[in-house]
């Protein structure tokens, strides 16, 4: 960008009030009115923001950055665990588009059982769709069965399943009897339930629950254990977690679900507390295990140096052993030099630039902070596929009314176990510590995080992306592959937070460096600069050559 | 190993399909569509498919692509999806004012049994459809063929656009197929220097290849105008490449415009482009330029120039029907031998195709049609080979069998240039062989002993 541009940028005023009526003024009537209720100007004022409306069907017609229920189940939750087989049953193009194309990375282990390689479908064809899928699933199971013996199989149901009835659920029970000596389970994820990816989260949520979890009681050594959940390993987060936690003796006996095996999803309730990630994806799980084992939850984000420390405070703080707090503050203070090294570095370039970010339903939250580590303003923000407690916070889940769409998604009946459970810590402990302001089972959403006159957006969608884009000018804006390139023609860097492009770790502390060097390297590009050929810049022939 | 648990014994499968070498055919649909000027490709069913659909075309040609959905809930399963769809027409008229939406089926909307022809109609009589924009529908259900038959199901419906006036205007249609948009732009290129008026459709130059402006159009430049797909009805013939690509539109031109049509083989490689280039001449009536046999003996040059190290070398091939039975066929002519071929796509022709072209080989090729990256797989363990030629999936094969790989197909998510330098014709002949050479070459410079180690190759 040239120095005029630059200067020019930066003198770029907008009114929130004003970028709403123009993003909405080109929509039929009745869009208008529904979208006008998803996109909601920030009044930063506590507890009087007013209401966002989410998890709402998208309209059809209006290109949405939305997946479906099976991107959210299998592709989201069961992907990225390495030694169960994902057997989907439905045509063959929802089983390829799911094949290795989200980046979570695995580290096969000494066992080195790892079918994320591997895509598997039944390949269903019309005369299946006309007589029913049932044999030829029952077929698939087997022969996966006999090539490769593993320990687990799961089969995931997409769209047309559903609607020629194919009895899933029994083909399975029947296939794990038979086998004895592998889990085989069913999901009913078929893309048209829901409105979003998130109720393929909760649909996978429920079943791994009531068909994994509790599988094995054996007690696993470590003296702070706990599970991780919502963190997906994209670009290896999860190993850096996992590195960080190693350093302070805390144990993570399973990750929900980045770099994950079955077993760790079978000893879960062997942990000792909850640690929450991304809220939207993975709070039915959280709540189911507290219930029924009672293991408390919190929420946690290492996403940010700071609020990787904060986070690990807190697990500190529940175990309220000195050891650990030591041990805490110790790795704190041998990570952090590194970390403001980097940050002092791209401070100068990054500062008093602004971000823009529309993703899923906890990144367009976390990665705020990462942001405003390097002196960047989020100056409008949104989920893709979140609920209003991710908003506004958890507060308002007992008024969130229950439309056509969530009624359809299972709500699993859970009750404590009656040999197993456990509470971790007293009722009188939890008042106490409560009492004293920590926080479990608590979640403030995005919305007080965002400074006022911000717009907060769900469901943001691609003609909104653009115009967004050229009224308020960002300097970077963050969504997925979908939207990457509409926004790059625009001139604007576009940073995907789904899948990171090529990039990770970002979280942890060596995850905040890489992701200060990678926006100083994205809004400090060149390339913005050679938009235009010197004969477009000056079109008039003014001078002429000598050429005597 | 990234594949380790592929064993090497063969074991037969018939319910279990293990790393696909096909997709379904809605994406085939969308990118035909895009190939369109001022088009809007569609999808009716649930959002996931459009998503998904959106994002693999993305991944490949690193390139904004815009497409709809009629985004079904529950309820449009139930009740089928025409209040979605004329929901969406109306949207999308507003909003995005494209000249035209072509709008494809999914296992969804199939399943339940939408007719879109007769949702169109509806439109129609209720005026959702502006004056002077169209609509074209194709029915692509996932459970039958692949994404190429999703790709030719759309070419047809285009061709539906053609409208005959009695008087012929000297044009030669020409449908390029599922083909790179530097494909279409080198077809393009080839035509111009024969001096033959043709119009070609789909045409994705332009529009998956655009340059980066400051400037943001949903609808590129580039793209087959409506205006030049109606006249498609009046040319004086269709040469169609790819049996499964192009035909059916083809042939759909000829029933119901009585435009004549000839269907040739994708050209890729010497033989399939002078088959090409000599049909063309004949039907344009034209002698071909001086500069066109040029690049074939170029083409030639290269092949004499380093045919040592293409003897006799073994290939396993998998990817797209027509792509693949003029690569073989390439092959044969460099004097490889293609020893592994698969295709996902459905159809027994395609076996029998590629036996023939491979008859003369002292051996009998391993092919399969709808067969699956994992059975390629487990043929090169039991016969090794000393290239793969595929889609990016095989880099793993690849890797885990340390065998040289060209990338060459779709879809490719980890390298670049398939958009803008084409493969077919003599140049892209060229190209191709300095590909095949290159890794092959790359892997004696890291194989050979010290003592063997070469300057000069
Ligand atoms: S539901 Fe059908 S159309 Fe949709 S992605 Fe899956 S196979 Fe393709
Ligand atoms: S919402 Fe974000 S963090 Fe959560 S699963 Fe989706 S991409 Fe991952």
Not at chain 1, 303 to 327: P, V
Not at chain 2, 111 to 140: C, F, V
Not at chain 2, 273 to 292: C, K, S
Request: charge should be negative; include cysteine; proline fraction near 5%.
């Amino acid at each position: 960008m040239s120095t005029i541009l630059k200067k020019k940028r930066k003198m770029v005023q907008w009114d929130p009030a004003d970028v709403k009526a123009q993003l909405l003024a080109k929509y039929p009537p009745k869009v208008a009115r529904k979208r006008a209720k998803q996109i909601m100007i920030n009044e930063a004022l506590e507890n009087e923001t007013p209401e966002i409306s989410a998890n709402v069907r998208t309209t059809p017609g209006i290109i949405t950055m939305r997946g479906c229920t099976y991107a959210g189940c299998k592709g989201v939750i069961m992907g990225p665990t390495r030694d169960i087989i994902n057997l989907v049953h439905g045509p063959i193009g929802c089983s390829f588009y799911a094949w290795l194309t989200r980046r979570n990375q695995t580290d096969a282990g000494p066992d080195g059982e790892n079918y994320m390689p591997y895509a598997f479908s039944t390949d269903m064809q019309d005369s299946d769709i006309i007589f029913g899928g049932e044999k030829k699933l029952e077929k698939a199971i087997q022969e996966a069965y006999d090539l490769f013996h593993p320990k687990s199989i799961a089969v995931f149901a997409t769209c047309p399943v559903g609607l020629i009835g194919d009895d899933i659920h029994t083909v399975t029970k029947r296939m794990k009897e038979k086998f004895g000596d592998c889990n085989v389970y069913a999901f009913s994820c078929e893309g048209y339930k829901g409105v979003s990816q998130s109720a393929g989260h909760h649909i996978a949520n429920n079943q791994v629950f009531r068909h994994i979890v509790g599988e094995n009681d054996e007690v696993k050594p470590g003296k702070y254990k706990i599970n991780l959940l919502g963190e997906y390993n994209i670009g290896g987060d999860g190993f850096e977690i996992d590195r960080v936690f190693k350093k302070c003796g805390i144990t993570n006996i399973a990750t929900f679900s980045g770099n994950s095996t079955y077993d760790q999803f079978a000893s879960a309730h062997t942990a000792d507390l909850n640690t929450v990630m991304c809220h939207r994806s993975i709070n039915y799980v959280a709540d189911m295990l507290e219930t029924k084992y009672g293991i408390p939850w919190i929420k946690v984000n290492f996403i940010s140096a700071k609020a990787t420390s904060r986070s690990l405070r807190k697990i500190a703080e529940y175990f309220g052993d000195q050891e650990l707090i030591d041990r805490v503050e110790a790795v704190i203070k041998e990570e952090m030099p590194a970390v403001e090294a980097a940050r002092q570095d791209v401070l100068p370039r990054t500062e008093g630039k602004t971000a823009m970010m529309f993703v899923g339903g906890s990144r367009a939250h976390h990665y705020q902070e990462l942001f405003s580590e390097m002196g960047m303003k989020t100056i409008s923000a949104g989920y893709e596929f979140a609920h209003r407690d991710d908003y506004e916070g958890r507060q308002v889940l007992p008024n969130l009314t229950v439309d056509a769409d969530s009624r359809n998604i299972e709500e699993i009946e859970v009750e404590a176990d009656p040999t197993r459970y456990n509470p971790r810590k007293s009722p009188e402990e939890l008042q106490a510590m409560e009492a004293a302001g920590y926080k479990f089972k608590d979640y403030d959403g995005l919305i007080p995080d965002m400074g006022k006159g911000t717009l907060v957006i769900d469901d943001l969608n691609q003609y909104e992306a653009e115009k967004l884009v050229e009224l308020m000018k960002p300097d970077i804006f963050c969504a997925g592959i979908k939207e990457k390139y509409s926004i790059q023609k625009l001139g604007i860097p576009m940073k995907q937070l789904h899948s990171y492009d090529s990039g990770g770790p970002y979280a942890g502390f060596k995850g905040a460096v890489n992701f200060y060097k990678e926006i100083d390297r994205l809004v400090n590009s060149k390339v913005w600069s050679y938009m235009k050929a010197p004969w477009q810049e000056n079109p008039q022939l003014s001078a002429t050559y000598g050429w005597e | 190993m990234l594949l380790r648990h592929t064993p090497k014994e063969i074991s037969e499968r018939s319910a279990l399909m293990i790393n696909p070498a096909k997709t379904c055919q809605p994406i085939g649909a969308m990118y035909a569509a895009l190939g369109i000027h001022g088009c809007l490709p569609h999808s009716h069913g649930s959002q996931g498919c459009c998503a998904y659909h959106r994002s693999t075309l993305t991944r490949h040609y690193k390139e904004p692509i815009s497409a709809a959905t009629s985004s079904f809930t529950e309820g449009a399963s139930v009740f089928g999806g025409q209040a979605n769809m004329l929901q969406a027409i109306e949207n999308i008229f507003s909003v995005y004012e494209p000249d035209i939406i072509a709008v494809h089926t999914t296992c969804l909307s199939e399943t339940i049994g939408d007719d879109l022809k007769q949702i169109r109609k509806k439109a129609l009589t209720e005026g959702k459809i502006p004056k002077g924009k169209y609509m074209i529908s194709a029915s692509t259900p996932s459970y039958v063929g692949s994404h190429v038959t999703g790709f030719s199901t759309m070419v047809k419906s285009m061709a539906g656009l053609a409208e005959s006036t009695g008087k012929k205007n000297g044009k030669v249609n020409i449908i390029p197929g599922w083909v790179e948009p530097c494909d279409m732009e080198e077809i393009k290129r080839i035509t111009k220097m024969l001096g033959v008026s043709t119009i070609l459709f789909p045409d994705t130059s332009g529009v998956l290849n655009g340059p980066l402006s400051g400037e943001y159009k949903m609808f590129p430049d580039g793209g087959t105008t409506i205006e030049e797909l109606k006249a498609t009805g009046d040319a004086i013939g269709t040469l169609a490449l790819g049996e499964w690509c192009s035909a059916v539109a083809a042939r759909e031109l000829d029933t119901q415009n009585k435009v004549p049509c000839k269907v040739l083989d994708m050209p890729f490689g010497l033989k399939a482009t002078d088959r090409f280039i000599d049909a063309l001449r004949i039907v344009g009536g034209v002698t071909v330029a001086d500069e066109l046999s040029m690049e074939r003996g170029q083409l030639v040059d290269m092949i004499s120039d380093m045919h040592q190290y293409l003897y006799h070398k073994k290939v396993a091939l998998v990817g797209d029907p027509d792509q693949v039975i003029s690569m073989t066929e390439f092959l044969v002519t460099l004097d490889m031998w293609p020893t592994h071929i698969v295709t996902g796509t459905p159809g027994k022709a395609f076996e029998k195709r590629i036996r023939e072209i491979t008859e003369d080989l002292p051996y009998e090729v391993n092919v399969k049609a709808a067969g699956d990256m994992f059975l390629l797989h487990q043929w090169i363990k039991n016969d090794p080979v000393d290239l793969i030629i595929g889609n990016t999936y095989c880099k793993y094969i690849a890797r885990d069998e340390d065998i040289p790989f060209v990338r060459w197909g779709f879809p490719i998510l980890d390298r670049q240039g398939h958009q803008y330098f084409p493969t077919v014709a003599y140049k892209g002949a060229l190209r191709l062989l300095e590909k095949i050479l290159g890794v092959l070459l790359d892997r004696r410079d890291r194989d050979d002993s010290e003592q063997q180690f070469e300057l000069v190759m």
